[in-house]
C-alpha cells in the first residue's frame, strides 16, 4: 500500500488526521515577546490559516509545534500526547518552507525520498513513491530534475511532497507561497488545498496574505502582539470580526466618526445603528468602523456638500468589475470607501455631492482617541 | 547590431586583461617548457630537443628534493584543511559582526604573509634563541624549526587562513532551512551532516584541501629563510641552481624542475577548477 | 577543558529554551571554543613573541622601542621604501586597469566567461613564484641574447632598469591576481551591478561615467582591500625580486637591515607591517556599510 493509496482509504474508514493543540505558548528573544500566552486548538483534518502583521508571533508557533524552537512555558500535544519534549526528528511533521529548502544535491525524486531513505526504506519502493507524490503535485516525470532546474513553483511542489512523503500527522507550511508569481500563487495556493483535503491532513498555514487565508483555511488565526485576537471559520471573521484589531486587519473597513446615542446605538452619518458587541456610555464620541459593501450613496444637493454630517464629494471611482469603490471625502476631511454596484456607480460620477447612507445592520465602534 | 556592439565592448574589456595573463604568465610558463625540453650544446651552440634535463630531474638529489616538496605538501595541507575547515565553521556560526569581519580581514592577510616575515615570526618564537623554544623542547626534545617538523609546523600559518577564506562562502551558503528540513522530516544532526551538510561541503572543502597542497608546494620564502637548505625542497633547489651554485652544462635542469612544479600546478588546477564550479552550483546561488 | 564539559550542562539545564535553533548546537559549542582557543594561541604566540623579541634585549637585559625608531634612518631604507612604494602604486594601478573593466563586462554581459576568468585568478596561487621566476628571467635572457641596439634587446634591458625594475610590478600583478579578485568579487557581490548600471545609463551617462560614477563609488570597499592586500604583497614579496637581483624593501631588510641592531629591525617591520595592514583592511571593510554578515534573525 502505498501513501497515495492510503490515504483516502483511511478516510474512507474515518481516521482523519490528528488534533493538534497548542496551549498557553510563551516565547521571548532578548525583550522582544515573540508569544505571550498563545492558544489555538486544531480538529482532525483542519486547515488553519495564522494570519497576522509581521512580528505577531506566527512563525515562531509553527517552528514551536516543528520542534526547531522549545517555547519558554506552554505545550504542544497531538491527540492529546504532549509534543513538547520531543526533538523535531521525533516529530512526524511535515513542514514546507518559504523557500529554498530543497536539498540542491538531490534530485526532485531524491528529495522526496530523503524521509524514507532516513526511515531504510528500499530504494526501488522509495522510487515509486517519490513518483507517486511527484505525480500528486502536478510534477510527474520531473523526478530526475535538480533543484536548479526548476522553477520556484515547482520546487515548492517537490517540497510539498518532500514533506507528504514521511506520512506526517501534521502538514505545517511556513509562508510556502510568499516567494512566487501571482499567478503560480494562485494555482498553488488551489492545489495545495485540493492535496491537504485528499490526505484529511491536519495543516496548519502560516501566511501574512490575508486574502490566501480566507481563501484557502477552515478557520483563520488571527494573531496580534503574540496573542491569538480570533479564530473562526473566514465568512465569519469578516463578518462579525471579535475586535477592532481583526475589523481592520481582515478586509477593507471605513472609519466614520459617530457619538453613542442610547443604549447600544450610535448615530452615524445622520442615521442611528444598533451597536454590536460592547459600546461605550451615552455621548462618547467613537469611530465606526462599517465595511465599503455595507455603505450605499445617495445623492446630495450641491449646497450643502461641505456643512452636514454624512455628506461629502465623491473623489475617485475604481472599477473593480461587478463593482465600483467610490472613494469619498467627508466635510470633516475623513474619507470613506463604498462598494456600489457598477450599473449604479455611474449615478454618481467623480465630483458629484453625496451622502453616505450605511445599510441598517449591527456595527461595531471603537472610541476615538 | 547594437546587441553585438555591447557583446564586442564587453570582449574589449575582458581581452586586455586576459591578453596580459597570455604574455606576463603564459610566456614564462612557455619559455620553462621549452627550455626544459631542449639542451644547447656549449662546443656547436646547436640546440636539440632532449628529455634529459627531465629525466636528471627524477633521479638522485633531485627526486629526494620531490618527494620532500610533496611530503611536505601534504602533511601541511592536511592538517592546514581539516584545522581550518573546522575554524571556517566555527566562523561561520558566529553571530558577532565585529569578530568575523576581523577574522576575515586577519585570514587575507595571513593567508598572504608566507614569506620572509613569516620566518622571522617563527625564528623569534622558536627558533634559536626564541621565546618559546625551550616550552617546546620540553615536550618535544629533538625539536627544532631547521628540520622538515619545523616547516611542518610553520606553513598552516598561512594555510589555514587560506583554507579558511576558500571555504566560508560555502559554509555560508549552508542554509539553515536544510538542517531544519532535515530534522523535520526525522533525520538525526549526524544523518544531516552525512546525507546533506557533508556532501555539500565536500567539494569546496576538497578544493580548498588542493589550493592548500598547491601553495605549500610553492612556497619557497619562508622555507629558504628557516632551513637555509637544509631541508632539500623543489623550490630552493631551483633557486640554488639559479644562483649558479651547480655544474656546468646543468643550466637547464633548473627549467626542468621548474617544469616539474608546473606540472604540479596544473594537476592542482585541474582538480580543483570541477570541485570549484560545483560548489558554486550548490551553494552560491 | 574540565570547567567546559562542567559549566555547559548545568547552563543547559537551567536555561533550557537559551539555544535559538534547538538542534543540538549545545553540543557544537565547547568544540568551537576549543578549535578557536587552539587557533588563537597558534596565531598570536607567534606574534607576540616577535614583539618581545623585538623589544628586550637579552645581553643587557634592556626593554627598548628603538628598533622602530632605527628602520627609518637606517642605509638605504629610504631608497628601498620609496621604491617599493612606487612598484606597489605601479602595480595596483596596472592591476585595476585590467580587472576591474574586466570583471564588470564579465558580470554583466559575459557570465560565461565567469570561470575563465575564476580559474585565471586561481593559477597565481599554486603556480610557484619560483618557477614563474625562471620563466621570467629565460625571458627577459631572450631579449638580452638580442643584438643590443634591436627593440627587443632594448625592452628586455628597460625591463630591468635598476633604478625601477619595470619587470617587477608586471609579474607581481600576476601575483596579486587572487587577492584582487576575490576583494572585487565579494564587493560586487554585494552591489546589485545590473540595476546600477541600467539607472545610470538610463539617465543618459556614458560608459566611462558610469564607471566612475556609480560603480567604483560602490565597490570602495571591495577596491580598498584589495590595493592593500597587493601594497602588503609588493612589501612582503621576497623570491621574485631577489632572484632578479634588485633591492626593493624586502630583499633590503635581509641583506642590508639585519647586521646592525642584532636582527631587530627585520622581525620589527615585518610586524609593523603586518599589524597596519590587517588594521586598515579591518577598518576598511565596514566602509561598504550594507554588507551583513550575519543572517536576519527570524524572530517573527
Redesign the interface.
Known sequence: MSVIASAPAQDAAGTRGVSLELSGLH?S?GA?H?LAGFDLALAPGELVAMLGP???????ALRIV???????LGAVSLDGVDLTPL?????????V?QS??????LTAGQNVG??P???KVSAAERDRQAEELLELVGMAGMAGRYP?QLSGGQQQRVALA??L??RPKVLLLDEPLSALDAKVRLQLRDEIRRIQQEFGITTLFVTHDQEEALSMADRVAVMRAGKLEQCAAPAELYDRPATAFVAQFVGTMNHLPGQVVGAAKVRVADRELPVDGACPAEGTEVNVLLRPESLDLEPAAEASAAGRPGEGQVMLATFLGATTRLTVRLGDGTEAKADLPSHRAVEFPVGSAVRLAPAPRPVLVVERG | MTRLFTKLGAWGAVLPLLGYCAIALGFPVWAILWEGLHQTNPTTQQTTVTFANLTASWHGIYLTGLLTSLRLSLLSSVISAVVGLFAAYAISQSRGRYFKQAVLTASGVLANFGGIPLAFCFIATIGTGGVFLSWIQNVWPSFSLETFSGVALVYPYFLVPLMVLTTLPALDGLREQWKEASANLGGTSRQYWRHVGGPLLLPAALGGFVLCFGSAFAAYATAKALTSGTVPLVTTQIANILSGNVIAGEDNLGMALAFNTIIICGLMMAVYLPLRKRSAKWLES | MTTISDTEPAAAVTTPARDKRGLGLRRVRWWRVVVLGVLAVYFLVPLASTFWFTLYTPGTHTFSLAPYGQMFSAQGFGTSVRMTVEIALVTIVILYLLLVPAMIAVQLRLPKLKPVLESLAMVPLVLSPVALVVGVQTVLGWGLDQDPGTPLFQLAADLQNQSFPLILPIVYVVIALPFAYRSLESGLRSVDLKTLVEASRGLGASWPVTIWRAVLPNLRSGLLSGAILTLALVFGEYTISSILQFLPFSVWIVQDGQGATSGQLAPAVSLLSLLLSWAVLFLVSFLGGRRAVGRPDRSS
Open positions: 516565547r528573544f522582544t515573540a509581521s512580528g505577531c508571533g506566527k512563525t515562531t516543528a520542534g526547531f524552537d522549545r517555547p519558554d526533538p523535531a526528528n521525533k516529530r512526524d511533521m511535515g513542514m518552507f529554498y529548502s530543497l536539498f540542491p544535491h530523503y524521509g531513505r532516513l526511515r536548479h518532500r514533506a512523503a514521511v
